[in-house]
């Protein structure tokens, strides 16, 4: 690492413009299942219960309750949570394959809680599509076929959809299987046509509903960097679903976790490793090495009478590991600089601090 480190290359995240229009948008989104549900979003007593005290006065169920974020152009937005934390309704929720009981869905500017059939299958085949666990793939079809259907559906030509098709296949690395069938693939090379499938349609967004967590451990990472290396290549907007933690760090740009329905807390990974919202976020945290996760942004100190102010400089967004062979190698500080402006400075203390564990939380 030189003293101007240049750090490994970073996925493409959302948009730094403050102001640019979310591609989704969400506002008071609640789902309830059970008799006269859409009761429950609107009364202020039956809000305040638990799940067990709703079901027991009212025998409903609240999925979602009262959530709101946004989804930035060009961001992988993490929702997470353990079985029955509302992570999957949500997400269906997004896409009207679950009606809303309450709120918006706003995608693009349009809220699509009123749209209509021909509207929704519209949006479904041109602006959004889903990755779900079970791949779905049509047996009787080769995988250039599967790729292609939907591109078929909207009734493009054969010999365009196909040329799309091919595209997408060599995209996702599956050059070579075009004329293969499903059940002659892996787990993980059915997953990779099903993520073709998505691609096809050149969709605004991607939503992933746990789409690898039926996938071995070894081939689940492989796809998980595939994500990784579709998302730097076309910059797809992508809402992804997951329980697992470690695939939310290594791909959201944001994580949203979820418990019992309600939002925990919102942010990015190292905001959630580094300050966590309360002692259920930070029970999932506290395995998590802290050192592949917090940047040198969250370590840094003010400069002190005495500290030497002509060490080496490196960027507030480089992770603590990627800088420690450097701040180490130092004989003075190094200091954390951005467009020119001195933000602070981090010595071989607060390195070997966050490496040994010994950071709790920083705030």
Same mark, same amino acid.
């Given at each position: ?25 969400? %506002? ?16 202020? +007593? ?28 060009? +961001? ?19 896409? $009207? ?10 995608? &693009? ?12 299958? +519209?949006? %479904? ?6 990755? =779900? ?8 079809? /080769? ?8 591109? &078929? ?7 365009? $959809? ?44 991607? =939503? ?17 960097? +595939?994500?990784? /290396? ?16 470690? &695939? ?10 979820? %418990? ?23 029970? =999932? ?36 590991? &990627? ?34 564990? %010994? ?5």
């Amino acid at each position: 690492m030189t003293t101007h480190t240049e750090v490994p290359p970073q996925r493409r995240g959302p948009s730094d413009d403050p102001d640019s229009t979310p591609v989704v948008s969400v %506002r008071g989104l609640w789902k309830v299942f059970g008799p006269k549900a859409d009761r429950v979003p609107h009364s202020e +007593e039956l809000r305040g219960l638990t799940r067990r005290e709703l079901m027991d006065r009212t025998g409903c169920t609240a999925a979602v309750r009262d959530v709101h974020f946004d989804v930035a152009p060009g +961001e992988v937005f993490v929702v997470m949570g353990l079985s029955g934390s509302g992570k999957s309704t949500l997400v269906r929720c997004l896409t $009207r394959l679950i009606e809303p009981t309450a709120g918006e869905v706003v995608f &693009e500017g349009e809220d699509i809680s009123g749209a209509d059939a021909a509207r929704l299958r +519209e949006l %479904r085949r041109r602006k959004f599509s889903m990755v =779900f666990q079970h791949f779905g793939l049509l047996p009787h079809r /080769r995988v250039v076929d599967n790729v292609a259907f939907g591109l &078929e559906i909207r009734g493009m030509s054969r010999g365009d $959809r196909l040329r799309r098709a091919q595209e997408v296949v060599e995209l996702v690395g599956l050059a070579g299987y075009e004329n293969a069938y499903p059940d002659q693939l892996s787990g993980g090379m059915q997953q990779r046509v099903g993520l073709a499938r998505a691609l096809a349609g050149d969709p605004d967004v991607l =939503f992933f509903d746990e789409p690898f967590s039926a996938l071995d451990p070894l081939i689940r990472r492989d796809m998980q960097s +595939e994500v990784v /290396r579709l998302h730097r290549e076309v910059g797809k907007t992508m809402v992804f679903i997951t329980h697992d933690l470690s &695939e939310a760090l290594k791909l959201g740009d944001r994580i949203l976790i979820m %418990r019992d329905g309600r939002t925990v807390q919102c942010g990015t990974g190292d905001a959630l490793v580094g300050a966590p919202a309360d002692d259920y976020v930070r029970e =999932f945290v506290k395995d998590v090495p802290r050192g592949d996760v917090l940047t040198l942004r969250w370590i840094m100190r003010p400069p002190q009478d005495g500290d030497a102010l002509d060490g080496p400089e490196l960027g507030p967004d480089v992770v603590v590991r &990627e800088a420690t062979r450097a701040v180490l190698a130092a004989d003075r500080p190094v200091k954390v600089v951005q467009d020119g402006e001195l933000l602070g400075i981090v010595g071989d203390e607060e390195i070997l601090a966050v490496v040994a564990g %010994r950071d709790g939380d920083i705030r």
